[in-house]
Each structure stands twice: as C-alpha cells, then as structure tokens.
C-alpha cells in the first residue's frame, strides 16, 4: 500500500515544473546499503550548485545517511577545472579511505528549446474535434510569432554508484528528470530533490521516513 502511495506521489508531482523520464535500478541494487554518501552537482552555477547538495544532504539526512557534499569539501572553482581520469582515481580512492560507500552525482545532460502556444488563445476549442478548428488556431504560429513563448527543458541526470573497493565503481541507480523552464532557483531545488528523493525511496535505494 505505501508503494502505491509512493507511485501516486510520483504521478501528481511530475506534473510540475519537474518531470520523471525515466530511471534504472540495478539487479545488484538489494545487496547495498547506503551509509555513507558523497554527493555531487555538477554546474557552473555555484549557488544553484550549493543549494542542490544542501537541499540532498538534508533529505538523506532525516532518513539515517550520514553525507558529505563536494560544495563544502573541494574549492569553489573545482568543478570548473577539468580533471584526468587519475585525478578522478585519486578522489574515489580518498572518498573509500573515508569511509564512503557511494557517490550521488548529477548533472545536467542536455538543453532543449520549446514553444508553447499563448494561453491567450484558451477561448479556442482544446479539443481541436474539427480540422477546421486546429488548423485555424495553429496557423497562427506562422502569422502572429508572438503568440507563442519559447522556453527552455533541462535533462538533468543523477546516477548513484557504489563506492565497492574489492571492484570497479559500480551504477547502483539512475534517473532522469526534466527540469521545464526553471525561473526560482530555491523552488528548482527543492522540486527537484523531492522528486528524486521519491523515486529513490520508491525504488529502495533510500530508505522511507516513518
């Protein structure tokens, strides 16, 4: 019964300015338990950036995970700077000798730009029952370019891997979650991480609060 309380959530919460894609769970994902997770958001925008991990490590917080974000570890210019695949080594060799034993990482994976049609035209039948109607009302695209608003789509990724010193860092689970037309950064956030947090809990890669 909570799972489908869960799957409701997702279904009402996705109609947001946050939508879920699509997500992964590994077939191994049962034999882990997260206690210990480094997480990462991968942006040059630095206050979105300090807000997104804050916002996760609070969230994992309340649910038992102890956590370590890359905003208060690493410089403020880490990000920036490209880094080698030995340098990468080097920083999930230092995370496992302090004992971590996996890494949330996300970022965003691809841009889209859309139009949508004015609302203005909301007196026209939506239904569009007719040809007539919907070629009518959307002919205007061409003739009246202002009656349209272009906005943008952010595909952001997060990917939790498991931290296993005995193997290769391993994919433990994957999102993707569209971000539509972010405007505040504080409600792209906090929209954000609930919905991730959701589908994580829906998934059993965090555990649910009681």
């Known amino acids: 019964m909570k799972n489908l309380f869960i799957i409701f959530t997702l279904l009402l919460f996705s109609c947001d300015n946050t939508q879920l894609k699509d997500h992964w769970v590994s077939p191994e994902a049962s034999n882990y338990t997260l206690k210990k997770v480094f997480i990462v958001g991968l942006t040059d925008n630095v206050e979105a950036r300090e807000k997104f991990e804050k ?39 230092n995370l496992i000798k302090e004992g971590y034993d996996a890494v949330l990482f996300t970022k965003v994976a691809g841009i889209k730009n859309k139009i949508q049609y004015s609302e203005d035209y909301s007196k026209v039948d939506k239904n569009h029952n007719r040809f007539k109607d919907d070629y009518l009302m959307y002919q205007d695209q061409f003739f009246n370019p202002d009656d349209y608003k272009e906005y943008q789509v952010y595909n952001a990724e997060t990917s939790v891997y498991c931290l296993c010193p005995t ?26 991480a609930k919905l991730l947090i959701l589908v994580l809990e829906n998934d059993g890669i965090v555990p649910t609060l009681n």
């Open 55 to 93: 916002n996760l490590q609070k969230q994992l917080g309340i649910r038992g995970i102890e956590t370590s974000i890359s905003f208060n570890k690493f410089e403020t210019d880490f990000l920036l700077k490209q880094k080698s695949d030995a340098d990468i080594k080097a920083i999930e060799d």
């Open 167 to 192: 193997k290769d860092r391993t994919l433990i689970w994957k999102g993707y979650i569209d971000i539509i037309d972010p405007e505040n950064i504080n409600k792209t956030v906090a929209d954000y």
